[in-house]
């Protein structure tokens, strides 16, 4: 996080928000199986390997969807120049609005499907030579640099270390309360306004953040 540029960092807690967002949407819809957590969601098929209670077969579907997501954007990575943030953010948007569309047309599942490619892909926004330097949708590892940098604030070694990963912390609770909010209101309808921001973010990523260097 320390390492990217400022509006770089910003870029990040803007996505962070949007992975809160949907996770929210996908948890609510789906009854406890997450959209963008896939630690959760490998939790959930490992219970659901030994419980007849659980289903182990959603977990998994989801998992892989993500992983397919992941793959994309580590393609398009390897494959397109300086421009390759705003292409994979162009496909995060048209993603998730085509989840929109879905949903509108109560295809639900197709619209899932579309929510899990996406949030995988976008976790590959900020790859360095083949691999993720921040990711956007998970929070074990923020939080333990959260702690790390806090012992270095009580040690009077950093002041302001910790400040940005609490921030994206911060980010992804507030889209997940954002997107519960909605939810109750709009049901999968909120797809709607994650279409929009998405779009929000890659119009901002094409015109105010530098394109990373050539790998």
Known sequence: MLSHRKRERCVAISLTALAGYVDALGFIWLGGYFIAFMSG????LGVGTVSPASDAGI?????????????????????????????????????LLLAACCQSLDHHIPAVICMAVAM???????????????GVT??????????????ALVL???RWGWFWYFLLWCALLFGT????????????ASLWPASLFAAMVTVAVARYVAPPPTA
């Open 41 to 44: 969601n490998t939790t959930r």
């Open 177 to 188: 309360v954002l997107g519960s909010i909605l939810y109750l209101h709009l049901g999968l």
């Open 120 to 134: 995988g892909l976008e976790n590959t926004v900020f790859e360095r030579n083949g691999e993720v330097s921040l």
């Open 138 to 151: 998970y929070m074990t590892g923020t939080l333990v640099k959260l702690g790390q940098r806090l012992t």
């Open 156 to 158: 009077g070694e950093d």
């Open 59 to 95: 977990p998994l579907a989801l998992i892989l969807l993500f992983v397919l997501g992941v793959m994309c954007g580590s393609l398009i990575n390897r494959r397109v120049g300086r421009h390759r943030r705003v292409v994979i953010m162009g496909g995060v948007t048209g993603l």
